[in-house]
Antibody, heavy 117, light 107 residues
Framework: EVQLVESGGGLVQPGRSMKLSCAAS????????MAWVCQAPKKGLEWVAT????????YYRDSVKGRFTISRDNAKSTLYLQMDSLRSEDTATYYC??????????WGQGVMVTVSS | DVQMTQSPSYLAASPGESVSISCKAS??????LAWYQEKPGKTNKLLIY???TLQSGTPSRFSGSGSGTDFTLTIRSLEPEDFAVYYC?????????FGSGTKLEIK
């Protein structure tokens, strides 16, 4: 059974950093591109970033370019999202997702990130 | 960015009825449109991609249609487990973008 379990969320002050992790199991992690998708409170879903199966390629939405870094450790079957210079508008639930043809066939339960002083 | 507009945002129906949800793109996305189901306490579920291709495990009462800018998700003969929030997503180009969601509730 495919499982994606996010961790690392919580309350953080504006301008500070936070690193999210996503532990994957139930599939061959290094065969799949992975992504982060977020959902701000009472808002819709927003794609954040994607990383290729081997980590060689990354893609970001414009609003996080230069602030967020997606990475992966295939030996640990873990996906990461390093979030720097956090802003209040980054407050959201962040989902880890497995990518299939630019869609997302498996999702985690999500982890909440609140950026507030 | 491609803007995705879903309608209606709220829909009430009874089990056994059929419903349709619309998703319109701000420019042509060919047939690259996906539909997801969101339910409390469960992870999001991919239902359909490439406009009309059912993801493995999606019941046949779900169908997707459309191309270009106009797409429709149809659910025939609603089952109790179908009452959820549905999102569309274009997968034609980056940034990948989603609709704002349609909440399907029991009448």
């Amino acid at each position: 059974e495919v499982q994606l379990v996010e961790s690392g969320g919580g309350l953080v002050q504006p301008g500070r950093s936070m690193k999210l992790s996503c532990a994957a199991s139930g599939f061959t992690f290094n065969n799949y591109d992975m992504a982060w998708v977020c959902q701000a409170p009472k808002k819709g879903l927003e794609w954040v970033a994607t990383i290729s199966y081997d980590g060689s390629s990354t893609y970001y939405r414009d609003s996080v370019k230069g602030r967020f870094t997606i990475s992966r450790d295939n030996a640990k079957s873990t996906l990461y999202l390093q979030m720097d210079s956090l802003r209040s508008e980054d407050t959201a639930t962040y989902y880890c997702a497995r990518r299939l043809r630019r869609v997302f066939d498996y999702w985690g339960q999500g982890v909440m990130v609140t950026v507030s002083s | 960015d491609v803007q995705m507009t879903q309608s209606p945002s709220y829909l009430a129906a009874s089990p056994g009825e059929s419903v349709s949800i619309s998703c319109k793109a701000s420019k042509s996305i060919n047939t690259y449109l996906a539909w997801y189901q969101e339910k409390p306490g469960k992870t999001n579920k991919l239902l359909i991609y490439s406009g009309s291709t059912l993801q493995s495990g999606t019941p046949s009462r779900f169908s997707g249609s459309g191309s270009g800018t106009d797409f429709t998700l149809t659910i025939r003969s609603l089952e109790p487990e179908d009452f959820a929030v549905y999102y569309c997503q274009q997968h034609n180009e980056y940034p990948l973008t989603f609709g704002s969601g349609t909440k399907l509730e029991i009448k």
